[in-house]
């Protein structure tokens, strides 16, 4: 937790809240381009919309992975020029590809002849990139089920993006979000050179590769550091492009605001149900449906702090009458055995992925505060 | 769908919408009463807090369980008296419980000593009832891992309430949500009604049954009718407590509104994105993260329809680039072979449980459109 995190929080603001360190989105910005100076920044929206963020962002002229038309007008509003906007969700309603084509957006996503149809009748003249299905091993928010095509399926597409009035620029492919390990990329990138090569000589060149996020923070375990990832990607670049290299575009999110931010909740319960527990039931006032969805299967691990003192294990749960509301049951978490309703737990590196999934309204229970300081 | 819904759809929208038509939540209250003429109907206001069900139903007379304070807040707008409000949540705030108990809410669920004495503190005199958990066996959305305690602790904390100035009122059970069989309220009764003799015998003679909600909705498949739910528990509450029955409660919330409100949903894209694709993937733009929470592990499966022709298989998708947001993939779903992006489809018996899921603003989607005709 960064100072003024920890001075803001002893203010006692009301609880649930996230609240986030913009100097640090500032620091994460500046390592991601030390770690990757030959590469185009595109921030990923979703992972936290929020104006103060995309504001410092697009002041330091970072690109921007929009994901819908609601997202790239955010980053419009916050001084970004259109040119710097990639709409990159391969699924779009064709009234947005227009709309963003008239406002400018010059790069769309897609990974079928179907989505490929539509941006030629909404957005001609546009240029594409087709994302390929990549393995996903390794990423603990795996992606690649939903989206991305094969190789050879690619190939027939980009090359009849002529023909449709566009512009074949360039390939994607994501290897999971809070992906682990440097070698999924390595893989990754040796699969799409060949189809560089290939298209080459079947006349298509390409110029843009799109390495996609996926960049992993430090939740409970260590995780690589950014210069790792930089390194290994510009190894594997320069080992299958050679000093032809095409334009890299790299589309972080978690790895731009995830370890910014910090999620205040207040205990609501600390109890036995049964008399066989043998571990506590903590229900914090925020819970799977008030922005902590990733915890699905207990997939992020997110560090989680309640003062000092002896601690024993607990299963943590949200504040709602829903059942699936459990966050942590198999995990092993220790909070204090001091711990009781009206106490204070802290959620660290919540800064990604939460503000926005909070339901608006479950429970009645309202989404929780931000505070960016 | 309902004449009324099918009417407002021909206006044609913006989708992603639900449509409910009044009349059938008027239509399922009168048919739970005829069903179950000797309960109190609590609507369990989190099925779908919106204003014009809440008015409605308050002007019949019903009761309602209350999951939060804003919810309490919610029903007494509607018109409710407190008198006839439930703190169903066995996970409360003290702030909460105390403002509730300031706005004259009577009666108050909790399932262990912790919450007993926060009960006492902030709302001395109140009326309490425990939960118990049971076999949730049967039902698709089970609750009972996260609530509830046995009926030997049960039994110690009632027989505490006294000593800390509230009143031992009653006893709960939830036998699970979309609980497709009626044996789970008969053994449930059997049980509880052994409690009410023991403590009975031991001086506290408890007032009040609440049979929890749970009560089925036709997705799919048939489900047994309200009646024979009513006869079952009517049978079983004949059988366990003779002539000397308590006041029963029950807290229908998705048998309320369920099957009065309809989803309008567009197709953002169909496509087969890989050669070996036995099936289209149909892409909507309403997913997991919009509103069908409750299709997580495909636990529930609505009817879904669009327009008529020779139908395929067919996996279906949400419009995030969240790799999660796939809403059924093992479940075999089919439709028209000529489905294509622009084309409406509608996901039925929606009412319930859907619009407050709905999260705030993830991927930049704003929630579905209300509309109550």
Redesign the interface.
């Known amino acids: 937790m960064t100072p003024k995190i920890a001075s803001f929080l002893d203010t006692q603001p009301a609880t649930p809240c996230l609240v986030l360190d913009l100097d640090r989105v500032a620091e994460n910005y500046a390592a991601l381009r030390r770690a990757l100076p030959a590469a185009k920044i595109y921030y990923a929206?979703?992972a936290n919309?929020a104006a103060p963020i995309l504001d410092l962002l697009a002041a330091r002229g970072s690109c921007f992975d929009?994901?819908?038309?609601?997202?790239i007008e955010?980053c419009l509003a916050a001084g970004a020029p259109a040119s710097a906007i990639s709409f990159?969700?391969?699924?779009?309603?064709?009234s947005a590809i227009a709309a963003a084509h008239k406002l400018g957006v010059p790069l769309y996503a897609f990974?079928?002849?179907?989505?490929l149809e539509?941006i030629a009748a909404h957005a001609p003249g546009a240029k594409v990139y087709c994302r390929i299905?990549v393995n996903n091993e390794g990423a603990e928010?795996?992606?690649?089920?939903?989206?991305?095509?094969?190789l050879?399926?690619a190939k027939v597409l980009m090359l009849a993006a002529p023909a449709l009035g566009l512009v074949p620029h360039g390939l994607s492919f994501h290897v999971?979000?809070q992906q682990t390990g440097t070698a999924a990329y390595e893989t990754a990138i040796a699969e799409v050179a060949m189809l560089f090569t290939d298209l080459k000589a079947a006349g298509v060149e390409l110029k843009m590769l799109n390495l996609g996020g996926g960049f992993p923070i430090r939740y409970l375990s260590d995780v690589p550091e950014a210069d790792a990832f930089g390194t290994a990607i510009m190894d594997a670049m320069v080992e299958h492009f050679g000093n032809d290299l095409p334009e890299i575009l790299i589309e972080p999110g978690r790895s731009m605001v995830g370890n910014a931010g910090v999620v205040a909740s207040?205990v609501?319960?600390?109890?036995?149900?049964?008399?066989a527990d043998a571990r506590r039931?903590v229900?914090l006032?925020i819970g799977r449906?008030g922005g902590l969805?990733e915890t699905?299967g207990e997939a992020i691990r997110y560090r989680i702090t309640a003062g000092n003192g002896q601690t024993g294990p607990v299963v943590l749960?949200g504040?709602?009458?829903?059942?699936?509301?459990?966050i942590y049951e198999k995990t092993p978490y220790h909070l204090p055995l001091e711990l009781?309703?009206?106490d204070r737990v802290l959620i660290h590196d919540t800064g990604a992925y939460v503000?926005?999934?909070?339901?608006?309204?479950?429970?009645?229970?309202?989404?929780l505060q931000e505070y960016y300081v």
Not at 88 to 94: M, Q, S
């Open positions: 929206v979703k919309p929009a994901a819908s038309l609601p997202e955010m990159g969700n391969t699924v779009k309603k064709p990974d079928s002849i179907e989505e539509k299905a928010w795996p992606l690649s089920k939903k989206f991305g095509t094969t050879d399926r999971g979000s207040e609501v319960l600390v109890c036995r149900r049964m008399e039931w229900y006032d449906y969805a699905e749960a504040p709602s009458c829903d059942g699936v509301d459990v009781k309703s009206g503000t926005t999934y909070a339901s608006q309204n479950f429970n009645g229970f309202a989404p």
